[in-house]
């Protein structure tokens, strides 16, 4: 695999974990409580807080092992599209609803 693209993933998937560092308190709150929240916080929540870093730890060990390339790249975009599908959703919903 490419230095480059490993070190692409790495990096990237570092700041994903960061992330859901950042907002732990918050996505322990909302899974704590799934029955008081919307449906939308709680999958969110949960994509977020458990899947996204999930996946990108999974992508770094890849990338470090230097141990099947292609499918480092496709669990990190799959860690980055976690990342990004609730604020897609979130837009689709205001061109639907509007405010």
Do not use: C, H, Q
């Not at 976690?82 to 639907?96: N, S, T």
């Amino acid at each position: 695999m490419n230095i480059w693209l490993r070190l692409t993933i790495i990096i990237s998937a570092a700041i994903a974990i960061w992330l859901a560092y950042d907002t732990f308190p918050l996505v322990m709150r909302t899974l704590t409580k799934p029955r008081e929240v919307a449906w939308f916080d709680f999958l969110t929540a949960l994509a977020i807080g458990v899947l996204g870093p999930a996946l990108a730890i999974v992508a770094i060990v890849l990338a470090t092992a230097k141990r099947r390339p292609l499918l480092a790249t496709i669990i990190w975009g799959l860690a980055l599209g976690v990342y990004i599908a609730p604020l897609a959703a979130f837009a689709i919903a205001i061109a639907i609803y509007g405010f």
